[in-house]
């Protein structure tokens, strides 16, 4: 689970000073389905990235499970979100040049796996989300929601106890963008991973257990 | 995944890649080039001081020659009958043997001084001499008569000028035709066989001197001299008065210069036809080691103060015409056009790595996001820069020996001579000699002296005979491990500051950036 307590990120943009979380308090059960959802600038990504050991806070306390990652250094930070944390972001964010397979290859980056093993893995994950037949293809050759199914795969490879999602349908169609809903909710319930989608999109949110708002820094149960 | 990215990123990336490893690639094909070049040059230096001071000299011993009045030009006297007369035609031959222009001859005594100096392996005496031949013929108008005067051949690239000079009666000056051929003649020890000039030449026909042809009139003959002066051994060749005996033709050690002198004579022999009796022009001298050559030339100044004494890299120095202009050339342009393009590659290749990361801002956000180190990161970086580095180090090398080949296979000639030794010429003409000029005093009543003949060019043609050196530069294995290395360090500093600039990434704010 997520403990927050008194959260707060600061940042210097030209000289001026911006609180894009104030004292954030916050306890994400594990296994919990939660939307976060405010108006733009209201510290929606800049929470993302603290829930994903991406950032660390200005003050306050950050704890994962039994890991306090808001004291842990850039190295301890990589390997959390190299084993407990899985990312899907809005632009897909694949490496242009590999190949899907090879794109959810890149997830084992601190993996005890051999090279056949990961391999094997990778392509399972792609199954699971129907582009086995795609794998060789590169990004450019895939549609958005294709696109986004193998960041999915390559974000639930690594098995995390974590998914967090940044705005994972904002650049997809309607149709589209419920299949990859259909896509994160079916591994939320079958694997029973604690998944955080930030999102502007109302009936994305409502698919969650929890909602939150967020906005000035503030956060709230809607 | 280290390969598969990195093969991936490169080859999709071919325009980057195509100008990182072009750019390595000029860089390092002028290193090979230039350092090629640059052996090939200091092996035709090598060469031509060999061909002119022998194999095995660390130190020459000579002296700087004073001016003299005459500028050391031979000087031919006829006195009346010192021609013979034939008709209205008088001819004239002369040959002198001095020492050779440029050179100043010293005491003997210097040598066994050197012998003594603690660090000679052994030294040897030289006398450098040349050897002037003048002939040629003169016309007379009207009445005929012994004609004398004096000439004096304006060396080495003049003309010769002057004219007979007070013809005694008879008619004037009616032409004539002249020729003057220049020789270098070597006296050399006929013992010393460790150092000296001929240590650099090899006998293709007769015998070497002995100690038994010490004060004996033999000569030993180049090969090229001997072809184009069609004699053998056994043959004689007169020098001023003396004739001697050719007992062997030599030829360079080197299949692309020539020796350096066009005859050899012993010694004590060449002292005395020449009338330098306990004069020498050079020592040379071999040291015990090759590192105690500085140490070696500082004692022999200090012994023989009024002496110049020059080692292998003064004398290299010394070495005129176009192989110091390639040497120059080369030392100078190319070194610095070869730092100048290495530099300007090692920078092209850190610009467009680091360029290349700025553009992969959101692709290594991502992927420290999903848990890849900085260390993964930075090494993913370096192996792309290495590897560009890499194909541009084997590019740059395949380049580099097809230049280098290229050269070797057009060979260009390069002629060089040492400035402290005598490039003595060869061969002479016999152009055609002037119209008849001036007043025939006798003319006119059989008496008077026939003034001023203006008009006749005297054809004294003196060519100097610098060493020609085929250029060849060498392909050391050593030059070509280099030129790989730098450029796998080019591609190594492009990399460590490509995958620094990664490394200091934040990752929400790579993410963050391209929100």
């Known amino acids: 689970m997520y403990s927050l307590k008194d959260v707060t990120k600061t940042y210097v943009q030209k000289k001026r000073t911006v609180t894009a979380l104030s004292k954030v308090n916050l306890e994400i059960p594990t296994g919990q389905m939660v939307a976060i959802q405010g108006p733009t600038g209201g510290g929606k990504s800049t929470l993302l990235q603290m829930l994903g050991a991406l950032d660390k806070p200005t003050s306050g306390e950050i704890v994962l499970g039994t890991k306090t990652v808001s004291t842990l250094g850039d190295s301890k930070l990589a390997d959390i979100r190299a084993t407990d944390i899985g990312f899907v972001f809005q632009g897909f964010n694949l490496i242009p040049t590999l190949t899907a397979l090879e794109n959810v290859q890149t997830a084992f980056a601190r993996s005890p796996l051999s090279r056949d093993e990961q391999k094997a893995r990778s392509m399972a994950a792609l199954e699971s989300v129907g582009l086995a037949e795609r794998a060789d293809h590169l990004p450019s050759e895939l549609s958005g929601g294709q696109q986004q199914r193998v960041a999915i795969s390559r974000a639930l490879v690594k098995e995390p106890s974590v998914l967090l999602a940044d705005e994972p349908t904002g650049a997809l169609d309607e149709a589209t963008r ?9 591994v ?9 989608i930030v999102t502007h999109d109302s009936s994305v949110a409502r698919r969650a257990e929890r909602r939150l708002h967020l906005k000035g820094g503030h956060v709230k149960d809607a | 995944m280290f390969f598969t990215y990195l093969y991936r990123e490169l080859s999709n990336r071919r325009k980057q890649t195509a100008i990182i490893a072009t750019g390595m690639a000029l860089a390092i094909a002028l ?12 092996a035709a230096q090598s060469t031509v001081l060999q061909s002119v001071y022998g194999v095995g000299t660390d130190i020459t011993i000579s002296q700087t020659e004073t001016p003299s009045s005459t500028g050391g030009r031979p000087t031919f006297t006829f006195g009346s009958g010192g021609g013979t007369t034939s008709g209205n035609s008088t001819s004239l031959s002369q040959s002198s043997l001095s020492a050779a222009r440029g050179t100043a001859t010293f005491a003997d005594s210097a040598l066994a001084k050197v012998e003594k100096t603690t660090g000679v392996k052994s030294a040897a005496a030289t006398l450098s001499l040349q050897l002037n031949d003048f002939s040629g013929t003169t016309t007379q108008q009207g009445t005929s008569g012994t004609t004398g005067g004096t000439a004096q051949q304006q060396a080495p690239t003049g003309t010769a000028t002057g004219a007979p000079t007070g013809g005694q009666g008879g008619g004037g000056f009616g032409g004539g035709s002249f020729s ?3 020789t270098t003649v070597s006296g050399v020890s006929v013992t010393a066989d460790a150092v000296g000039p001929l240590t650099s030449v090899s006998l293709t026909k007769g015998r070497t001197f002995t100690s038994a042809d010490a004060g004996e009139h033999v000569l030993i003959v180049d090969s090229s001299y001997a072809k184009t002066e069609s004699l053998a051994v056994g043959d004689t060749k007169k020098i001023g008065s003396t004739t001697f005996t050719v007992i062997g033709i030599v030829k360079s050690t080197s299949s692309s210069a020539t020796t350096g002198s066009d005859m050899y004579m012993p010694l004590d ?15 040379y001298v071999s040291a015990e080691s090759s590192s105690d050559v500085s140490t070696l030339k500082s004692a022999l100044e200090k012994t023989l103060p009024k002496v110049t004494v020059s080692t292998e890299s003064d004398l290299a120095s010394s070495v005129s015409g176009s192989l110091s202009t390639a040497s120059s050339l080369v030392s100078n342009l190319g070194t610095w056009l070869s730092i100048i393009v290495l530099a300007a ?7 467009f790595t680091v360029s290349g990361v700025t553009r992969r801002t959101r692709e290594f956000g991502t992927l420290k996001a999903i848990g890849w180190s900085n260390g993964r990161i930075v090494r993913q970086v370096a192996g792309e820069s290495f590897v560009q580095g890499l194909i541009g180090g084997v590019a740059g090398v395949i380049v580099g020996i097809v230049g280098v080949i290229v050269i070797n296979v057009i060979a260009p000639t390069l002629s060089g001579g040492a400035a402290t030794t005598t490039a003595g010429g060869a061969g002479g003409g016999t152009p055609p000699g002037g119209a008849a000029g001036g007043t025939a005093g006798g003319a006119e009543g059989g008496t008077g002296a026939g003034t001023g003949a203006t008009g006749a060019r005297f054809g004294a043609q003196v060519a100097s005979t610098a060493t020609e050196v085929s250029l060849h530069a060498p392909i050391a294995v050593s030059i070509i491990v280099i030129a790989v290395a730098l450029a796998v360090i080019g591609g190594l500093l492009a990399g460590a500051i490509g995958g620094w600039r990664a490394s200091r990434l934040r990752p929400a704010e790579a993410l963050r950036s391209v929100a």
């Open chain 1, 178 to 186: 419920d299949e990859i809903m259909d896509l994160l909710e079916g």
């Open chain 1, 188 to 196: 939320w319930r079958d694997r029973g991973l604690t998944l955080v």
């Open chain 2, 31 to 42: 290193v090979i080039i230039v350092n090629s070049v640059a052996g090939g040059v200091k």
């Open chain 2, 180 to 182: 003057f051929d220049q």
């Open chain 2, 269 to 283: 022999t060449a002292q005395k036809v020449a009338d330098l009796s306990g004069k020498v022009s050079t020592i």
């Open chain 2, 345 to 351: 590659a090692f920078l092209i290749a850190i610009l």
